[in-house]
């Protein structure tokens, strides 16, 4: 007859088992080909591990980015894609996400998209963020 403590030996290897089979699964990092492209302000600014993915820090600072001029004090990405309201702050949460939506998009130029939020062309940011929604099935957000 088998003995408890040998069933409850055996569970205890299989669990480990189980657990150290398992953590390259949770510990795999996300590659680009995982992320969809037209993703919305929101989207970027809940996921920020995946900026590390497309090699962009978002502690970066906004101006230098997009060859711009806009802030000062400067602000980071992080902080000009969690901005509210309209104007400046929509063109830098706007802008912060189409530049991250052109890496991932292989239709995109990314520098194109820089000299968009340079030359402080809201709508077309809105265009490109609307149209790879589109293309994706993600919905578009309106502005927070």
Same mark, same amino acid.
């Given at each position: 007859?088998?003995? /408890?403590?040998?069933?409850?030996?055996? /569970?205890?290897v299989?669990?480990?088992?189980?657990? /150290?089979?398992?953590?390259?699964?949770v510990?795999?990092?996300?590659?680009?080909? !995982?992320?969809?492209?037209?993703?919305?302000?929101?989207?970027?600014?809940?996921?920020l591990?995946?900026?590390?993915?497309? !090699?962009?820090?978002?502690?970066?600072?906004?101006?230098?980015?997009?060859?711009?001029?806009?802030?000062?004090?400067?602000?980071?990405?992080?902080?000009?894609?969690?901005?509210?309201?309209?104007?400046?702050?929509?063109?830098?949460?706007?802008?912060?996400?189409?530049?991250?939506?052109?890496?991932?998009?292989?239709?995109? !130029?990314?520098?194109? /998209?820089?000299?968009?939020?340079? !030359?402080?062309?809201?709508?077309?940011?809105?265009?490109?963020?609307?149209?790879?929604?589109?293309?994706?099935?993600?919905?578009?957000?309106?502005?927070?």
């Amino acid at each position: 007859m088998i003995s /408890l403590r040998i069933i409850l030996f055996s /569970l205890i290897v299989i669990g480990i088992a189980i657990v /150290l089979v398992s953590i390259p699964l949770v510990l795999q990092e996300p590659s680009i080909e !995982d992320i969809d492209f037209g993703c919305t302000p929101e989207f970027w600014r809940e996921n920020l591990e995946l900026w590390k993915v497309l !090699d962009v820090n978002y502690d970066d600072d906004f101006d230098e980015t997009f060859g711009s001029d806009y802030f000062e004090p400067d602000i980071t990405l992080e902080q000009a894609i969690n901005l509210e309201g309209p104007g400046l702050n929509h063109l830098a949460r706007s802008g912060v996400a189409a530049y991250l939506d052109s890496i991932v998009n292989p239709y995109a !130029d990314v520098e194109i /998209l820089r000299e968009t939020v340079h !030359d402080n062309s809201i709508h077309a940011l809105d265009t490109f963020i609307s149209l790879c929604s589109e293309n994706t099935g993600v919905e578009k957000n309106s502005n927070p």
